[in-house]
DNA sequence: TATTATAATAGAATTGTTCTAAACTGAGAA
DNA sequence: TTCTCAGTTTAGAACAATTCTATTATAATA
């Protein structure tokens, strides 16, 4: 897996280095939707020195690169998603927890007159709001 | 106008101060989505002398009465919308102005049954992206 | 291996929001 | 109409997330 990651890194403009990698080992795969600090507390593991600057840096050649969605799901937070792909979300009123939706709703999804006169529709994401089981049956 | 604000919000441990009295008349029937900083400029005009705080407070207090939504889609800051009946956004990805959408899509929105194993869901909100007309003829 | 553009680092700065403590005031009671 | 006090306003401090800055370090290429 890693060298996979090297070989999809490696050039192009982008310096592959040990935090950035441990950053991408982080990521690969990783459905749990981490804040910048998430991602910082793991890789300081690791890398004791790395700067939250570094993480930053990261995510924003990250997202420069399309590999990284920005999740604008949680008020009070940042929250990112390896997975480049259009989905969905869903997050616990009670925890935050986040989970993925791969359906595509957009067929259903028509807008009325007076919005097309105003926008022209480029995307979608749904946030749908509930209570995971964990926090429905811990009360 | 001013009127129905006052008696609607008189009493039930609500105090009705000049500057709330601002703020209610600036956010009723207000479709602009405005941010802390909108709704402090604007009272400023005739508060000069009002803090964020008070902003802050009433937005709260608004809040807690069910009467102002905070919308989660502008990752750079919060927005309110003084309209508490559900509803959807679109969000003009150049400039960043925002669009409200009266249509319950809820029956078209079933989710997959892994999702339905562990999250009881509640409700929805989409965030509809695209670019509005003054940004695409601006180019 | 030397060069250079890019990245890492520590820490300061910035931004949006919340908190604090003291002074003030709207609304009901007297 | 005046009194009273819980709730509100205020200035400014505190806070948390994120971005910026200047310096040092290093990965990638020649």
Redesign the pocket.
């Known amino acids: 897996m890693v060298q996979k990651i090297i070989d999809r890194y ?2 192009k ?8 990698l441990a950053i991408l080992k982080f990521l690969e795969g990783n459905t749990g939707h981490p ?3 998430d991602i910082f507390v793991e890789i300081k593991k690791k ?1 004791p ?6 993480v ?6 990250l997202r420069d690169r399309g590999d990284l969605l920005e999740i604008t799901i949680d008020p ?3 929250h990112f998603d390896p997975n480049p792909s259009p989905h969905h979300h869903i997050i616990c009123t009670d925890c935050g927890k986040i989970g993925d939706i791969f359906v595509d709703y957009s067929a259903a999804l028509t807008l009325p007159d007076n919005i097309l006169e105003e926008f022209t529709p480029t995307g979608n994401h749904i946030d749908f709001h509930g209570v995971c089981r964990d926090c429905s049956t811990k009360q």
Chains 1, 2 share one sequence.
Do not use: D, M, W
């Open positions: 490696r050039g403009g982008f310096k592959l280095t040990p935090q950035r804040t910048a600090e890398h020195t790395v700067s939250f600057a570094t930053y840096n990261t995510i924003q050649a009070e937070r940042k």
